[in-house]
């Protein structure tokens, strides 16, 4: 299983000012944090509590239609191309980018096992996808177009753009290069994938977009480039087996959640890093940042009173951090806990050659790229202990489908167990939905004439124009 240690945000380390009394705390909210946990799991098949993502791990249905979608399509594209945007593309993009091999796009036919290559457009920079299309043999490319609402304009736009060209490209038989994962029953997407008779893979009800990473929004990308979904799937099983436990002590997420809960409100580190010692990981990391971002930060809490809570993420990954933002983290505001993530073991290593013995870097030849990460790791780990500044370390074993889909299912347990200890709805996103309100008034959609005057009038005044 992988690991947390928390003991160099632990006041004996850090200090009092800085750190916290850990044993204690946990001692404190003992009762608290096991009654937030049995109440998610007594909640979690109730409709409209939005915790069907718990069940994810045991949907083997689900496992079931993609497993034989992924078959089905087999040999037959070179490309998938995933169109989403915030919680339908960065799970994907996380796991992908953390489990197929480096490069994957540039390796050839044979070095991907003939698996095709993977492009996720999460935004609408005509620049980057005009530059996409331009290299992608459209015949050859497996469209993915994931939306849970149905109705994203960032998403959308994109799929009408690329509609719009497979249909010139291949006549008819575009649809067999499209396959959609929507809602059910909600949302434009659903109606023309009936319409024109596009496979369609459903994100359950009461999962969203955040935490949806391992319904078909993830499981389908990651099958149809030969990852192993039950791997990924057993993780999962396993983390949720584990974070059952109602005793905090056993419970690496609810000791997390309540350490940054703790950090925030009572020694005001308001910003949480999240800093992966892997280059694979690093969109783990901005993975966290939404779901931590969007779940925790809110105006009101469950009282309906105006509280304005939320911890903000930052994304950082070692070592290459270490000569960007370390100087900050080290000598600036005491206001972060940093959550390092360690590999113990990496699929590669480099042995660094003996050469250059009789210079300032002769001490390098005969060590490796893993020795010299991993001593990066635990040398900022204890210099920014010995500034007094908190930080927790996750341990992976190795970076494999297993522990990933453990490390993000115990991200998610611990992201709502947080909003538990902030009396907060974590589930929803009513700043998103405001803003992309706007737009559509902005864009001219139908029944947004109102918002699209008043808004209008607000940037004429404050000079400010849009389209
Ligand atoms: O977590 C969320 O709910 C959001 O980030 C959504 O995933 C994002 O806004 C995209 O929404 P949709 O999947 O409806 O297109």
Not at 384 to 403: F, M, Q
């Amino acid at each position: 299983m992988i690991e947390l240690n928390c003991k160099y945000a632990d006041s004996a380390v850090i200090g009092e000012e800085n750190g916290l009394n850990i044993q204690q705390k946990f001692n404190e909210f003992k009762d608290t944090i096991a009654n937030i946990i049995s109440d998610l799991n007594k909640r979690k098949d109730k409709p409209g509590q939005w915790l069907q993502w718990m069940n994810l791990g045991y949907s083997e249905e689900t496992v079931w239609y993609v497993k034989e979608y992924a078959a089905l399509v087999e040999n037959r594209f070179d490309n998938i191309l995933v169109l989403g945007i915030g919680g339908s593309a960065l799970g994907g993009l996380a796991v992908t980018e953390a489990l197929l091999k480096p490069y994957w796009n540039l390796l050839s036919k044979e070095q991907r096992n003939n698996y095709p290559r993977i492009f996720f457009l999460d935004n609408i920079d005509a620049d980057s996808i005009t530059g996409l299309l331009e290299i992608l043999d459209l015949k050859k490319t497996l469209v993915n177009v994931i939306t849970k609402s149905g109705s994203t304009a960032e998403t959308m736009s994109q799929f009408m753009i690329i509609k719009d060209k497979l249909e010139r490209e291949l006549g008819d038989d575009y649809r067999k290069n499209i396959v959609a994962t929507t809602d059910k029953n909600v949302g434009v997407l659903k109606q023309i994938a009936e319409q024109e008779g596009y496979k369609t893979f459903i994100i359950p009800d009461d999962v969203g977009g955040r935490f949806s990473v391992f319904s078909a929004v993830g499981l389908l990308p990651f099958a149809l480039v030969g990852i192993d979904i039950d791997e990924i799937i057993n993780g999962i099983k396993d983390m949720d087996l584990a974070l059952k436990n109602t005793d905090i002590n056993e419970n690496i997420a609810a000791q997390n959640a309540l350490i940054h809960f703790l950090m925030d409100t009572q020694k005001g580190k308001k910003i949480s890093v999240m800093m992966p010692y892997s280059s694979r990981l690093k969109y783990v990391a901005d993975w966290y940042v939404q779901l931590w971002a969007e779940s925790l930060g809110k105006e009101k809490n469950l009282n309906g009173e105006t509280v304005h809570v939320g911890p903000t993420p930052v994304k950082a990954v070692g070592a290459t951090d270490q000569h960007s933002q370390i100087q900050l983290y080290n000598e600036g505001p005491n206001d972060k806990i940093i959550n390092f993530i360690r590999v113990k073991k990496f699929d590669n290593d480099l042995e660094i050659p003996k050469i250059f013995e009789y210079t300032g870097i002769g001490y390098l030849g005969g060590k490796t790229l893993n020795d010299l990460m991993n001593a990066e790791a635990d040398a900022t780990r204890v210099a920014l202990s010995d500034y007094n500044k908190p930080t927790v370390t996750i341990t992976l074993p190795e970076i494999n489908g297993y522990y990933v889909g453990q490390l993000l299912y115990m991200f998610e347990v611990q992201t709502a167990i947080a909003g538990a200890l902030y009396n907060i709805d974590a589930f929803n996103q009513p700043g998103v939905e405001q803003a992309k309100n706007y737009t559509y008034a902005l864009m001219g959609r139908v029944g947004y004439e109102e918002s699209a005057h008043a808004l209008h009038e607000k940037m004429a005044a404050n000079g400010v124009y849009s389209v």
